[in-house]
């Protein structure tokens, strides 16, 4: 019997035909997934697989939770005439608000390109970690459907989201704003402000937790069965119906492993990122020095504006990358221990997996045999 083409979607009633069958635990996956990271990274040691699989987590996010690092620049010499060149910078703008609207469509033109990214990058992981290999081109062809399926529940999803908590902001806020402004604070008014903060939070948390659903179960059902996004969720609520204590222990789980790694690298990241910043602003402040030594002033000029906007974008490359190389591994992890999780649950990813597995091994044998 001959398997579908992967490029086909298979019929929901061959699939609703398996039985849900109990699967491995939330520890057993977790474990597992710690062996699959290991064995991916390390087993051997590939610079180039790394730097591929770096390049998706920095479009996932990089692995790690933000964190805000705020440094002073007050400690370098001389008056730079930032702030007047941001009050310039805001008379032009004024005067020629077609730049204003020009920047707002760019940066939604960035925003959904990055969505689209990170939809694409998002397969492209689950195709990595199933083969052992970071096969970037080859998956693109075989994922894009399925990725475009994602990216447009993804994107309306946020446009929704943000639609409807931007609307209730709207609503209570000229309330706010006028009890504030007359000085009462009524019991009232303390309700609506923390009720309005109540439902901003939960919110942000239901969504984010559905995000996480999709990316750690819905994706790779999408992957294994070639679906589309509402059929994967359709499979994963059953799965989830059937099993929810081990679906809710995995949700802890997840929570608190991602709250470790997220802390891990950002210990390990911490002093690296001082040495950064603190190069960068020691860098600042020798040219500064240096120019005042040979009777140079700064002053803010179309070509002094560029070389200083270079600069920034030098730092924050280097910290882009930093940032991927170093949260990569954690990204891997995460997205493993869910296709783990998943896998003893829906035959189709745990068959997809042993096939690409088996694979994986007899050309690694027949490699080291040829040796």
Known sequence: MSNPSPGVLAGPSERESVPLTAGISPPGALTSAFSDTIQLLLNPFAPRRWIKLSLLCLFLG???????FHWSLGALPGDLGLQEVLGRLREYLVQHSWLI????????SLAVALVYLRAICRFVLVDSILRGEAFIRGALPQV???AHSYFLWLLGALVFVG????????????YLRTAAASGIHSIAFSMMLAGLLSVQVLVGLAFAL??????????PIMYAERVSLLAGWRKLWRTMRAEAGAFTLYVVLRFVVSVGVGTAVLFVLFPTL????????????????????VGVTWVWTPLTVVLAALAV?????LLLILLSVAGMPGQVFLQGFGMRFVASRVPALDARWREVSGAGHS????LQAGG
Do not use: K, W
């Open 144 to 146: 894009r459907s399925l």
């Open 101 to 108: 609207l020009l920047a707002m469509a760019l940066g939604f």
């Open 363 to 366: 050309r690694q044998s027949a």
């Open 313 to 317: 974008l030098v730092l924050t490359g």
């Open 274 to 293: 001082v040495v950064l910043f603190s190069g960068a602003i020691i860098v600042a402040a020798l040219v500064l020095l240096t120019l005042q030594v």
């Open 62 to 68: 990089g692995g790690t939770t933000s964190a805000a």
């Open 210 to 219: 559905v995000i996480t659903l999709t990316d750690d179960f819905a994706v």
């Open 163 to 174: 639609a409807a908590l931007g609307t209730g902001i709207l609503v209570v806020f000229p």
